[in-house]
Structures are given as structure tokens and as C-alpha cells.
């Protein structure tokens, strides 16, 4: 994924090495007892007959030096492994934990949890419940990479993975595969489940004939297979029966590795769903025997827990909700997001007895920013520098193309009007897990933060502090004014205008520079739940894949085109994130509007698409719609392009020059399993609501 690597600091930057000041909690070494990562489930068993390399770092580059990662040709492979490991860990000498691998393969890949824990545990070679650079490289090389080499010990990493997907019983400690954990196995492959008894019988007792009376139903197959090891099953996966049976039923042991870890896998192989009891709880009560209530969080207190208990360790919580990279609780990050939180949720409270007003005659003379960020000059200058460093660590740890499962609310250009989007948390949830829907909602903000507004500053606090508070549950996405050079253009309703207004022409030089090191990180798009791609602008000429968009390197420091010597894969790279930032659609499905049209915003390198062009670029990609941003539009949404594609604009009044409403999408899947897309808007005249 790394043919992006050479491109110069003029166009995308994807240099061979990554630079980031990131303050963290202290990683985890090999061996701390804090009890985050359980031990593989592998642990216990006899595995002489596993990988070659398990134990010593020389032996495990031997395997990498055999599968072609040190001399053989494929060194751009590893270099892209270690940047995301050191992203995730902080240093490539350091170990990752499960929950933090679990995170990276939902996020870059849409892998469920318990095919995610599977992979983890069969590349942990050493069994110490961590993976180090080299067993991360290997997971990767497994599951992920294209056109691996053939080699025994990879297969077993993959036979071993699959064996704890689909493992569902014990013995003693070790996990066993019964033959309803086998029969899941089948029906995964075939996804048909009155073919699984007769594929069964092909891979397990291929030289059985039928027998007239014989019971062939699927619980009898299953039955019949009796109870594997992972010693048996890897025997069976790897050998030529099970291989030939695969291509007798026309199935693949490849297809069946792609089925389960590269996509939403947990849904479809019908798991039971896990129950966990969280260490922590809400309350609410009432301060001073006012009354008005307040709701906070604390640790699940002693008399609220039965004398004596021994928690069941399969009840018990392995990570926090908010995400393996969340600020640590009490820390100065955790309480400098939760202060801004809390500020701008108690204004969003306080509007309903404001009455109708304009964001931009609403609370400015920076009364707001010094409650979000600080009294003084210094402690605003200092709060706001560190939200834009720690929210650069968790936007640098996502992939270039994040995924998120639903329910999500995306949210369209805020353009620095705090009271909109103040307005819509207000009317339709709020982002906090203090009497809001955090906890079950995911948010998506689709680009387009800053310039024009009267709050731009306050806005990206606001986020910025929503990002490292929830980052696993917040999601920011790159939008055409999160770049320097635009915010320069735009002048005096510019978003560094806005800073040397808030701050000094100094200090705001220095804080313009450490929040747009922030922008740089941001993922150009998301896709939800594997149907629905979420970008700023569009798909321009419609030419290029989500995967190409995804090898995309960052940061991304400026946004133009190509040096004329530059390689075509860069040129075509730069041409892509322009337009995925930049282009418009088509305002008509009528045929003239058809195709693609260039030069419609004043440059001849941004194109409009049309319907067709579209609906061609779902089809390509195995997706429904495309949900985008970048206009205003009369309602805060329209639909267009025959359904296939949404725009959303969270901004009312825009500019103060228009008369529109402001909207989100809530994404969700309704009592019929169907991915439902409902707009919720914010009327332009009124503090009312269309829903």
C-alpha cells in the first residue's frame, strides 16, 4: 500500500518515516501484570508443532526474511507496518496490546471483535498476549496483504485464526471446536445453510456413500465431526482432503479468510452476542438542594456489589467504552475535553431561553472561549495546543479511509457556527455520556469546520476535545477548508483571522500551525458499515476506487496538483484527493446533467459528476450511497442522483447571506435489518425542528 511514499512536500506527503510529539500514558511493556490484554487462549496448549519462529526475535526475521520483507522485494510492505505500529504504540520497540489491535482492525478494515481477538491470538507467536512489531507485520501479512507468498507457517497463522473464530467449547483452559462451532465454520463458507451437511461430508468423510434412510440433515453432520483441538483442525485445514472436498463444492479456503478478515464478519456467522458488566456507572442528583440535576460518573461503589463476589471473567470489561486510545480518567487531558464538553453542552441548555438569534450576534466577545479553554491568555494558548496534539495522536492512529458501523449521525459543514451545531445536539442528542447518546451513537463530522463563522475557534476546540474524549465513538473528516492556504484566502472571515483576533498575532501563528499539524492526520472519508462512503466533496470524475482513495499517505500538508515530473501514480493520487475534497454533483437527474462536466467551480481540474456517473461508482464499489457535504442546500440535505447520493449542511442562514436550513443524517438500522438514512433539520427562521 505504499506507492504514494515519493511524493514531494509540495503534494500529499507520505515520507518514509513519521515525526509526532505525542504525550501518552506510559505503553505497556512485555509482562506488566495490568491485566488489559488476556493471555492468548493458545497459552497453555502444546505448540511445538507451531510457527518455527515463536519465542526469539531471530528466528521470527528469519520467517519475514523468507516471505521476502528484508531483501526480497517487498521492504515498502514492512515500512508501511512499522509507521502504523508506531503510530499505535509510540515506538516500534514497544508491544500492542489486544484491545488496541482490535481497534486498528475495526477501523481499517471493518473486522468484527471476535474474528479482530482471533487473528490477534494466532500471531502472537511468543504467546505473552502482546504483538510486536514483527508478529503485527505477520498478523498483517495474513489476513490483509495481497498476493502473499505461499508459506506453511502463514497458513498456519490463518488455520489458527479460524479455529478461534469458530471455537466454542473448552477443555481444561484450551479451546475447542465442537461440531457446531465446525457446522458455523461451514455455513460461513457457503453461506447457505441446507448445503452445509452435504459440504460437511465432502471435507470430513469425502469416501462415505449415501445410504438410502441415512439421516443427511445438518445436525447429524455435525454430530459426526465430534470435538477438534487446534492441533486436529489445523491438520485438517491444511491438508489435501480438505482442500480437494473445498473444490468439489466449488468454495476456497482463500474465500473463506476474505469472508472472515476483511469485512463486517461477526454479524453473519451468527456469534452469540458477548455480555460484559462495565466498572463504572452514572448517577444523577441535585447540588445544594437546588433543583436542577446533574449527571456524573464514577466507579461502581463497594455497596452497590455483593460481599464476597468473584466476577465471572467472562463479565468482566477489558477496555474502557470510549476506546483502547481514550484520555486516561483524572489525567489533564481527560479534564481540560471534559471542561470544554461540558461548556458547550451547558450553552447548548442555556439556548432555550435565549430566544431565535443568528450565530453571528450570539455570545461574541469571547466569553465562551475563555470557559472552554482558560482565564488567561496562556492557559487558552496552552489548553488549545494540547487538545490539537493529543486529537493529532488519535485522528494519526485512522486509516486514511475509517470504518464505522452504525447507528452514526453525520453532521455537514459547521463553517464556525458553534450555535447550529449547539442547536442540533440539543434537539437530537448529545455527545456526552452524561445524559446524552455517546454511549449508543456514533458522530460523524463531515469536514468544513472553520472559516466564515463568528465560533471558529470555539468550534475546534469543541470537536478536537469530542475527538480525545470519544475516539472511538467521534469521527473527524477532512473537508477543503482544513488547509492552510484557504484559510489565508479567506481573509478576514478566515479561520487564522479568527485566532490573531482571539489570541495576538503571535501566538496565533504558533496555534495556526499546531491545529493545522492536526488537519494534516484527518481521514479523507468513512464508510459505514461497508454500504455507505461519508466525504467532503464528492467523486469527481468517478475514475478512482475507495481502495486506491485508502493507500492515500499522510499528512497531507497542501492540496494541488502534481509537479509535471511527477510520477503518474502521485499525479493520479493528488487529482483523487482534490476531487474527493472539492467536486460537486450535478443539481439535476435530468439526462443533460448526465456525465462529467469540468471547470464548474472556476478551476479545470475539479469536475461536476452526474447521475450516471454515480450510480456507476456505487456499483464499482459495492456500495449505495454517497453522502457528501461541501454546498449549502435550501433544507440542510437533498437527495439526488436517483437516491444514490445525500448531501448534508449543518450550517443555517450560511454566511449570514442565506436563507437555509441546518441538518444531520441519522444512519441506523430500522425493525427490517435495513440501513436506514433519516435527515434531521434545524429550520432557518425558527428554533424548530424537521425530523
Known sequence: HAWTHGMSSRGLLGG????????????????DDAGMAPPSPLARQNTSDLLVAQTAEREQRELLTELGFYGGGREALKAASDRTFLLLTGSLEECLPLEKYVEYERMHFGVGTREAAACFHAADLDESGLLNRHEFLLANEAFHHEDTPTNHELLNIRATAVFLTFADGTDGDNPQMTGIGFRNLVNELCKCPEHSAAIMKELIHPEAEAEEGHDNSLEAAAAAVGTLNVTEFRELFTSRRFVEGLQRTRLSRAALLRQLFRGYGEEACGFQTRVVL???????????????????????????????LELDPRLRVETDWRGPHAAERGSEIFLLASNVINVALAAAHNTFAEGPVRDSEWMTGGGLLEKMLGPSLGDRKQSLSMLATYCQAEVARQPTVVRVSEPVKVFGDVHGQLRDLLLLFREFGMPTHRGGDIECVKYVFNGDFVDRGAHQVEVVALLFALKVMYPSRVFLIRGNHEFRDVNSYMEMNGFEVKLALAFGPDIASELFETVHQCFDWLPLACVVEEKILVLHGGIGAGEWSIAELERVQRPIRELELADEDAEPEVARACQMVLEALWSDPSD?????????????????????FGPDVTEAFCAANGIDVVVRSHQFVARGYKIMHGGHLLTVFSARNYFDREENDGALLLIA???EAALRIRPKSLLQDEEAVRW
Open 16 to 31: 518514509s518515516s513519521v515525526s509526532i510529539d505525542v504525550p501518552s500514558t506510559p505503553p505497556r511493556q512485555r509482562g
Open 588 to 608: 439535476s437527474d435530468a439526462d443533460m446533467r448526465r456525465g462529467v462536466h469540468w471547470g464548474i467551480r472556476g478551476s479545470e481540474n475539479i469536475p461536476e
Open 669 to 671: 438500522k430500522d425493525a
Open 278 to 308: 462495565d466498572d463504572r456507572h452514572e448517577f444523577s442528583r441535585s447540588d445544594d438542594g437546588v433543583d436542577v440535576m446533574r449527571v456524573a460518573s464514577a466507579a461502581v461503589p463497594h455497596d452497590a456489589v455483593n460481599p464476597h
